[in-house]
């Protein structure tokens, strides 16, 4: 069978699995966010922080409670890491430096998961497991309570609780209890059954076939694996990823997690249908997302197996970078998937692809990783973006702009705008000043124009909450943790802070009827509008940094 057959038919089982998944859990995530009924064990939380789970929330106290809880756990994991040297189970490593924790501790609470340190050798099975595991399953909570916020912006009617989006610490108690631990739980004895290794298992020698030994430490890495990727977050156990053989074994296991990756944030299209009361604006959302995956893979398979040189040729491909277990054709999907997403985890190195593979992993995150997007992320940023699109298409006809019966007046499109504008400012403004002074330009590995993609493509990660690195850039010193760290920090709570207010302005409006003249964006027709706007939008954004980087690369090779 030829690689790209295979490549072929992995796709086709990957989508065959997600439209398998995508009806049930899409309903259950909608029955999870509707529902007026509590579990036991939900109460018991409830009376341990002191919130009431029935009590409406307006978007500036759901905004308080977003703020609230991700500033405790930036502390608490801040302060996990410092003094990991005096905690049991630290396997001898000693405390994190301080900007290191403090770039770890950013890095895990936006759920992005970038990494400047390598994970076996740095971090212990308390700070692993009851430190970063524990947020990659708050942090994809906190994502998906936002966006279901914004979701009921949309659905709310001015009769009942106006204004109202529920409440923060409910939908955050529930999307962690009733859809990522079972979801979890499932998946990490999967990934036990592929041989990925569960233990709490010290530091040992282990034999090489070529003589000698080396050392390894265990962990409990499947189930931290299974939301690494279930929650889009992206962190590895180890520092080489995805594509340690203790993370992810076989072909197979590689196939699950890609399923994993795109999982949720693909059911959410149908929750979000469901929750307004309408199926095909989640299709058409769906749809919008699709298009644009799907025509990222095919465009990342022409580029690394039309590889150029002796060697690529030979080897029927770009493999420089890749696992021989997976190949082109699965390597590439996880890549588009990884960067489409906000996860970041990696099967291969990004840094290793040709000039145009390189740049298409950029474009990626530069999109706004909207398709499928991130746990959450993803929804709430291509409902902003199919703001704009209607508001595009309004001026083109001469028509105040609606979607989903809400007039989309000033106040609508300027936080749509300022949303969208908040991630290239800091991405372009942050790489301008690293490339400009001295200091930190000492940390790239290689000149010209790939050195330029390195450092584009940490702050772009960084900025994008994706997580994933170039590789090729020394990110552990003070200047890159610090900065990184700050655009995770701003490229995550800005966008909230914009997204909330928008949803409150939503919940505030009076339904309108729809009309002749009314954009119906259930259809095709707006699936191509709003794909459209997000290439256009985004693409003469970052056109001239590509063009200095991965598109200059390229056409040099």
Not at 526 to 555: D, K, N, R, S
Request: aromatic residues 10%; charged residues 10%; hydrophobic residues 50%.
């Amino acid at each position: 069978m030829s690689p790209q057959l295979a490549g072929v038919l992995q796709l086709l089982a990957l989508v065959g699995a997600l439209a398998l998944a995508y009806r049930p859990l899409g309903d259950h995530m909608a029955r999870v966010y509707t529902s007026e009924r509590h579990l036991r064990v939900e109460t018991w939380m409830y009376r341990a922080i002191g919130a009431d789970p029935d009590a409406g929330m307006r978007w500036p106290a759901y905004l308080r409670g977003v703020l609230v809880f991700s500033a405790a756990g930036l502390l608490l994991l801040y302060g996990m890491q410092r003094l990991q040297g005096s905690l049991p189970g630290s396997l001898g490593f000693a405390s994190i430096d301080p900007d290191q924790a403090f770039n770890t501790a950013a890095s895990f609470v936006t759920n992005t998961n970038w990494q400047s340190y390598a994970g076996e050798q740095a971090m212990g099975h308390v700070v692993q497991t009851g430190g970063l595991a524990v947020q990659n399953f708050v942090s994809a909570a906190v994502g998906m309570a936002v966006a279901v916020a914004l979701v009921r912006g949309f659905a709310r009617t001015r009769t009942g609780r106006p204004g109202e989006l529920g409440n923060f610490w409910a939908d955050l108690v529930r999307g962690t209890v009733r859809v990522l631990l079972p979801l979890s739980v499932a998946g990490a004895l999967v990934l036990v059954a592929c041989g990925v290794i569960q233990n709490f298992a010290g530091i040992h020698p282990v034999g090489q076939f070529g003589g000698g030994t080396q050392e390894w430490n265990g962990g409990a890495v499947a189930s931290q694996e299974v939301i690494k990727e279930l929650g889009t977050n992206g962190g590895g156990y180890f520092n080489a990823n995805s594509a340690h053989p203790f993370e992810n074994p076989t072909p197979f296991s590689n196939l699950f997690e890609i399923f994993l990756i795109l999982l949720i944030p693909t059911a959410l299209t149908r929750t979000f249908g469901r929750m307004v009361g309408d199926l095909r604006q989640g299709y058409a959302i769906l749809g919008a997302m699709a298009l644009i995956w799907v025509a990222f893979v095919c465009l990342m398979w022409w580029t690394e197996f039309a590889g150029r040189g002796a060697v690529p040729e030979e080897a029927g491909g770009a493999m420089e970078g890749k696992e021989l277990r997976f190949g082109i054709g699965a390597s590439s999907i996880f890549a588009v998937s990884t960067t489409l997403t906000s996860t970041g985890a990696v099967d291969s190195f990004h840094s290793s692809f040709t000039g145009f593979g390189g740049g298409i992993t950029l474009l990626s995150m530069m999109l706004g990783e909207i398709a499928p997007g991130g746990v959450g992320s993803g929804l709430y940023g291509m409902l902003v973006m199919a703001v704009l699109a209607v508001f595009v298409a309004g001026l083109m006809v001469g028509r105040t702009p609606e979607y989903l019966g809400r007039k989309i007046g000033t106040r609508e499109i300027k936080l749509a705008s300022c949303s969208i504008l908040v991630t290239p400012a800091l991405a372009l403004g942050l790489t301008a000043a690293a490339v400009a002074l001295p200091t930190p330009a000492d940390s790239v590995a290689n000149s010209g124009a790939h050195g330029f993609s390195e450092i584009l493509y940490a702050y772009t990660s960084g900025a994008n909450n994706n997580g994933s690195a170039f590789a090729g850039l020394n990110a552990d010193t003070p200047w890159f943790n610090t900065t990184i760290g700050l655009a995770m920090l701003l490229g995550r709570f800005l966008p909230m802070v914009l997204v909330l207010a928008l949803a409150g302005s939503l919940a505030g409006r009076r339904p309108v009827p729809a009309t002749a003249g009314t954009l119906h964006t259930g259809k095709p027709l707006f699936t191509g509008v709003l794909v459209g706007a997000i290439v256009i939008i985004t693409g003469l954004t970052y056109f001239p940094a590509l063009a200095l980087g991965p598109l200059a690369e390229g056409l040099a090779a």
